[in-house]
């Protein structure tokens, strides 16, 4: 079974940047698509972007476009997903998951809080 | 793009049916099928439950059935059961290849 295993929670400057990675445990993730999805305290599930291997282009929902980038490492194993320009408005649990039509497998959720 | 939508919230007693409309634009679902659902308990990651409007993932309930007409799928849960109250999203696939979520839906099993 594909677990996919973000990084821990962090907590961020406005203004600054943040990055969230995203392996899968027990295999390679070089195989799947990969999307990231947030989602801010008490509200629903967003669909930030999404991309195929190897990784080196990326559908962004337009919301985000500008502010977000989806790439990996050379070897594919590890996702990253950074957003720049933060705001308080980004608070959020960050999730990524194996798809693109459809999300069938899902990260734990990373939490980034963005505060003065 | 606005987010596809869903009632708020539905509620039902154990055992009854319950259905959960997913409305949107014809750009919205594009000229696919690919309208899937995912249940998400509180504190927990969402859970894919349909995909293709009415595909089941092979662990999941056959209580959990869906489908879609024009620019409106559904998500019809029956014989509910107290492990059902849980959040739940629709999403499509956009003619645009982009994933678009509903804003989601409480279930309450009274």
């Known amino acids: 079974q594909v677990q996919l295993v973000q990084s821990g929670a962090e907590v961020k400057k406005p203004g600054s940047s943040m990055r969230v990675s995203c392996q899968a445990s027990?295999?390679?993730?070089?195989?799947?698509?990969i999307s990231w999805v947030r989602q801010a305290p008490g509200q629903g599930l967003e669909w930030m972007g999404g991309?195929?291997?190897?990784?080196?282009?990326?559908n962004y929902a337009q919301k985000f476009q500008g502010r977000i980038t989806i790439t990996a490492d050379a070897s594919a194993t590890t996702v990253y997903m950074d957003l720049s320009s933060l705001t308080s408005e980004d608070t959020a649990v960050y999730y990524c998951?194996?798809?693109?039509?459809?999300?069938?497998?899902w990260g734990q959720g990373t939490l980034v809080s963005v505060s003065s | 793009q606005s987010a596809l939508a869903q009632p708020p919230s539905v509620s039902g007693s154990p055992g009854q049916s319950i259905s959960i409309s997913c409305s949107g634009t014809?750009?919205?679902?594009?000229?696919?099928?690919?309208v899937s659902w995912y249940q998400q308990h509180p504190g927990k990651a969402p859970k894919l439950i349909l995909y293709?409007?009415?595909k089941r993932p092979s662990d999941f309930s056959s209580r959990f059935s869906g489908s879609k007409s024009g620019n409106t799928a559904s998500l019809t849960i029956s014989g509910l059961q107290a492990e059902d109250e849980a959040y739940y999203y629709c999403a499509s696939y956009t003619s645009g290849s982009t994933l678009l979520f509903g804003g989601g839906t409480k279930l309450t099993v009274l």
């Open positions: 991309s195929t291997p190897p990784f080196v282009t990326a």
């Open positions: 998951a194996r798809g693109l039509q459809l999300l069938d497998y």
């Open positions: 027990g295999g390679t993730i070089s195989n799947y698509p």
């Open positions: 293709d409007v009415a």
């Open positions: 014809s750009g919205d679902f594009g000229n696919y099928d690919f």
